[in-house]
Structure formats: structure tokens, C-alpha cells
């Protein structure tokens, strides 16, 4: 990795977030009830792929216990479900729910108006490379936050 990468990137990501954001609006002025840490949690949910409380605490750099009354609320409000898992039915996954992932996309910090915009700026194929970049730099980040709170877990 060069140098240049990592200004190109430090130049790009603030462009495209200046450019996609929205303000911040407070989790009683929705119709989704939810605040910015509500949707932090919903965003690293999905309809099909269950993760496990723990997991998810872990990737959040929360306890347990701080996640259980969100996660409970989240539930509550019907925005996630939880599962027992096929292979070990003591533990329990979560899932995002259909109405879930509307709150999620209706309280996203971007603007779908403005996301929507910014891809209309690109043909077929150029948006299909930028989704593409997007995804590769997401799974790198997952995977950079995953060994980072492995080695924070070992140094306890």
C-alpha cells in the first residue's frame, strides 16, 4: 500500500460523506422512534444473516449488558427479531426484520435523496465498479475491526 492510497482515500471518503449526509435529527422527531445508536445497531444487522448478541457487542465495543436493553427496545418496536440458532438452540441470533430495515435505510446518516443523486451522476458500469469498491472497502474494514477487537479481547 503507497502513501498515495491512503491520501487518495483521507481525500474521497469526506467528499462522498459531505456530499450524502444528513443532518442529525433526534430519535422522537421520527416516526421510527429511533436515535443515532439505534441505528448504529440496525446497520450492522441483516434480514438473513443472524449474528449473535455477543458478536455483535464485540464488533460494537459494548458490554453485553449495555446492548441487551437496546437490543430488547429494537425488538419492542419490531425492528429486529430474535432467533435460536438451528445448530445450538441456546443460543439466539438476531435478524433484521422487514420494517427494521426500512427504519434502517429511513434513519441512515446518508440521504438516500442525495445517495440516489450522486449515483445518477454515473452510467450502469461506473456505478457498478463504485458499488463494488464500496463493498470491497467494507469488507476490509470488518475485517480490520473484527482483528482489532480480537487483539483488544487478548489483552484483557
Known sequence: ?????????????????LACHK???RASSTAYRLSARDSSILVHLNETVPVTPTELAAHL???????SAAIHRLE???????????????LVALTLTPQGAKAMT????LDAGRVGAVLARLNR??????????????KASRQ????????????C
Open 1 to 17: 500500500m503507497t502513501t498515495s492510497a491512503v491520501e487518495l482515500m483521507q481525500r474521497y471518503y469526506p467528499q462522498i460523506y
Open 23 to 25: 443532518r442529525h435529527i
Open 61 to 67: 465495543s459494548v458490554r453485553g449488558s449495555t446492548l
Open 76 to 90: 419492542q418496536l419490531g425492528y429486529l427479531q430474535r432467533k435460536k440458532m438451528p445448530q445450538d438452540r441456546r
Open 106 to 109: 429511513e434513519t441512515s446518516v
Open 125 to 138: 458500469n461506473e456505478q457498478k465498479r463504485a458499488l463494488e469498491g464500496l463493498a470491497l472497502l467494507a
Open 144 to 155: 480490520t475491526m473484527s482483528k482489532a477487537d480480537t487483539k483488544e479481547s487478548l489483552k
